[in-house]
């Protein structure tokens, strides 16, 4: 993996954790699952809006 893939890896990821990072904030949901079930929405809602 070149420099510029872990670069847009780590991106990425930090994105995912400032989202759950807010998502737990600003919600009452205790279970895992339903905080990681809301990251991934988010994520897959992002990627649908980058790749139009």
């Known amino acids: 993996m070149s420099n510029e893939e872990k670069i847009e890896v780590a991106e990425k990821r930090i994105i ?5 990072i807010n998502h737990w904030k600003t919600s009452n949901i205790s279970s895992r699952k339903a905080s990681a ?3 991934e929405a ?11």
């Open 42 to 52: 988010f994520l897959s809602e992002r990627q649908e809006r980058e790749a139009a």
């Open 37 to 39: 079930d809301f990251v």
């Open 16 to 20: 995912e954790l400032k989202t759950l």
